[in-house]
């Protein structure tokens, strides 16, 4: 069983940068891609960006490309969302996911999910 693990969120001014980590652990043939997810009080759960892990094809939501990078290191079995010029309406819980590729970006319904780290952008 994958088990998921974040860090990285907290508070800055809006323009500022953060980087966010999820550490994967047990990972199996079922899960090929990771997803960061994010969601704000009263907002549905949106998909932010997504990377798989052979070949690295990533997916960005419209609203995050340009500023939101997303990357993984395969030997730490971890990916990455840099954040960048950060903007008060970026302010969610943001979540990693794991599951196959097709389930993250197209169903946006992946099985496994880390617990969340908070994101808050002051303006």
């Known amino acids: 069983q994958v088990q998921l693990v974040e860090s990285g969120g907290g508070l800055v001014q809006a323009g500022g940068s953060l980087r966010l980590s999820c550490a994967a652990s047990?990972?199996?043939?079922?899960?090929?891609?990771m997803g960061w997810f994010r969601q704000a009080p009263g907002k549905e759960r949106e998909l932010v960006a997504a990377?798989?892990?052979?070949?690295?094809?990533?997916y960005y939501a419209d609203s995050v490309k340009g500023r939101f990078t997303i990357s993984r290191d395969n030997a730490k079995n971890t990916v990455y969302l840099q954040m960048n010029s950060l903007k008060p309406g970026d302010t969610a819980v943001y979540y990693c996911?794991?599951?196959?590729?097709?389930?993250?970006?197209?169903?946006?319904?992946?099985?496994?999910w880390g617990q969340g780290t908070q994101v808050t952008v002051a303006s």
């Open positions: 990377i798989k892990w052979i070949g690295g094809s990533t």
């Open positions: 047990g990972r199996t043939l079922s899960t090929n891609a």
């Open positions: 996911a794991a599951d196959r590729w097709g389930t993250i970006v197209v169903k946006t319904t992946p099985r496994i």
